[in-house]
């Protein structure tokens, strides 16, 4: 004779369900993909801050070079400001930012301590915006 199991039945309210709407998407399947979704999101987000970072970094160091040249322009010329930034590069090309502008001379310097002033227009490009390198 065979004996039946017994098996347990439960009664299930209508707010419980069986599953339910992640169970008729088959998270279960979904799952996986929804981590490598997630993961390439971090990644990208990340990857786009570093390059502003790589591209800020690429700018001041373009600042410090133009800065020791139009130092170097003023005390060869008495504390004459150069007419632009082209006359203090070696090979007549105007020095640029990591985003392919040219760099700004300010010359003499709206501060009263300064002499000149170099900036950069920023990753925006607009000229005196609240992203401009200094």
């Known amino acids: 004779m065979r004996r ?3 098996v347990e039945r439960r009664i299930f309210f209508p707010w419980e369900g069986h599953g339910g709407f992640r169970r008729w998407l088959g998270l279960g ?3 996986p993909f929804a981590l490598a979704v997630g993961a390439v999101v971090v990644v990208v987000l990340v990857g786009l801050r570093e390059r502003r970072a790589a591209g800020l970094r ?3 160091a373009s600042l410090l ?3 020791s040249g139009v130092e170097t322009y003023l005390i060869d010329h008495d504390g004459g400001c150069p007419p632009s930034l082209a006359a203090i590069a ?3 090309r ?3 930012d990591a985003w392919g502008r040219p760099l700004r ?3 003499p310097g709206r501060r009263p301590d300064s002499s000149f002033e170099l900036m950069s227009d920023g990753p925006d490009g607009i000229a005196q ?5 200094e």
């Open 90 to 92: 070696e090979d007549g």
């Open 105 to 107: 001379l300010v010359c």
């Open 58 to 60: 690429e700018t001041r």
């Open 4 to 6: 039946r199991r017994s």
């Open 94 to 96: 105007v020095p640029q």
């Open 29 to 31: 399947r979904f799952r």
């Open 65 to 67: 070079r133009a800065r």
């Open 129 to 133: 915006g609240l992203d401009r390198i």
